[in-house]
């Protein structure tokens, strides 16, 4: 089981430890130096700016990761969102194919749907795991950029899930939140 629970600046630097630990095993083309700059930025503008940003961590009974690893109350992943936009959405690698990306996807497409929003998100096109992940999810590309949003030369797909996505509603567990919700919410595979 993942536990999802609303991040707070506290969480931020080991947010963003995590989102180098997850660039550096999917954005082969990023050099050590273009990682160690964007980390700087990550931490200091882009999750201090995003809207909603949750965690996943696992619960008790959670599938461990891939390398055996328990996962405990350290997030496994987190995903931040601006409105219908999915602006970041980032997993630990021990814990690729687990379910947590799926999981705060789902999260974000029933938050842009209960707000009535279409849910949309920007994938670096040199991550081909990432790309075949969202497809997998129900997502299309709308449109490229050949620049990332910072202006630096890594291209970007602009992707949109269909309403309808059934893939992302399949086995529904999360329910729509508000912030008024507890801050922990139990979310089951």
Known sequence: MFCLRRAVRADHAVLADLWRRSVVATHAFLSCAA????????RQVYLPGVEDLWLAHCGPGAR????GSAGGLRPVGFMGRNGGHV???????????CGA???LLRLAWERAFAAGLPLTLDVNEQN??????????????TGRSPVDSAGRPYPLLHMAADRGCARLLAGRCCRSFSPADPVVVPVRR
Do not use: W
């Not at 461990?64 to 390398?67: L, R, V």
């Open 64 to 67: 461990k990761g891939q390398d």
């Open 87 to 97: 602006d970041m959405l980032f997993v630990d690698p021990a814990f690729f194919g």
């Open 35 to 42: 990682v160690a700059e964007i980390h700087i930025a990550v």
């Open 128 to 141: 081909p795991a990432a790309v075949a992940f969202y497809r997998r999810m129900g997502f299309v590309v």
């Open 101 to 103: 990306g799926r999981t």
